[in-house]
């Protein structure tokens, strides 16, 4: 099986959509003829043209919205907004009107809108850049959110999300861009609210986010040559999130860590490890332990930048104080 960049992945998932269905179009700022800030869509421009691949001026506001009137008269438009940190201008479009619409039609009106760029602290990118904010987006009805870690599922929840009629995020980590994994040639689809058990394991359960995935792993292998077996989950999108694979998991091992390089008050972590505790509380041989990133704004500096996102050492740590409990 070949393998493939995230990049590629997710490029290769919008070519093939944008074959698919000529409504599918692309906004956003240098994603014409440059082929975007990440090459999230080169070559694309020579395939489907200005139409269909729509540079547009630093107004996020602007374009997001009219790509709300443009998915409710039935186009599937596709806005790259690069850095989360961006669409943060058009928060009122996303949550009162992107977000609502479906409900305020009584389903009449859909929005098969994809926002789909990167998040994360990484490469100096400083305060202005670095942001993931998907606990703002799950705790939004009406939103869908894709967090994928690996090509593989960045492919295949990126296709599912352009064939579906809700409105996505699909969220990017700048770290992974680059990484390589198996991605078929054959056409596939994963389905939005189903976790990956990644590494199995009888000891502890870890359920990590996004980009603290392969430093989970980094992790467990070390743990795995002194005979520890920690079992590993993804769970892919965070809403709907699968929360049926994390109690499964626990139930079995009786122990629970969550890795988030987000920020800890009112993260995703929170709202997994309460639905735990709600649903699993008997499986339980140790409180729920949580790792996040350090609650701060990010720094500019690269020592302080690496210094405020779990480590893998850290991660390490946090497994072998859980077993200790």
Known sequence: MREITFTAAAREALAEEMAHDPTI?????????????????TGLYDLYGPLRLRDTPIVERG?????????????????????????????????????????????????????RGSIGISGASATHHSGSYYPLFVN?????????????????????????????????????????SHVPEDEYFLPFGQAAVVRQGQQATVVALGSMIRKVIEACDQLAQEGVSIEVIDPRTLAPLDIDTVLQSVHKTGRLLIVDENFA????GAEIAAQV????????????????????PTPYSPPLETAVVPSSQQILQAIRDLLAE
Do not use: W
């Open 277 to 296: 505790v709600a649903r699993g509380f008997d499986d339980l041989d140790a409180p729920i332990q949580r790792l996040n990133g350090i609650h701060t």
């Open 25 to 41: 179009f692309v906004v956003g700022e240098g994603i014409g003829q440059r082929g975007g800030n990440f090459n999230t869509t």
């Open 140 to 180: 939004i009805p009406g939103f869908r959110v894709a967090l994928p870690s690996n090509a593989y599922d960045a492919k295949g929840l990126f296709k599912t999300a352009l064939r579906g009629d809700d409105p996505v995020i699909f969220l990017e980590h700048k770290t992974l861009l680059n990484h390589k």
């Open 63 to 115: 374009f997001i919205g009219m790509c709300t009137g443009a998915a409710m008269t039935g186009t599937r438009p596709v806005v790259d907004f690069m850095f989360a940190d961006f669409i943060l201008d058009a928060l009122g479009e996303l949550i009162n009107q992107i977000a609502k619409i479906q409900y305020m039609s009584s389903g009449r009106l859909r929005m098969p809108l994809v926002l």
């Open 265 to 268: 008050p009112c993260g995703v």
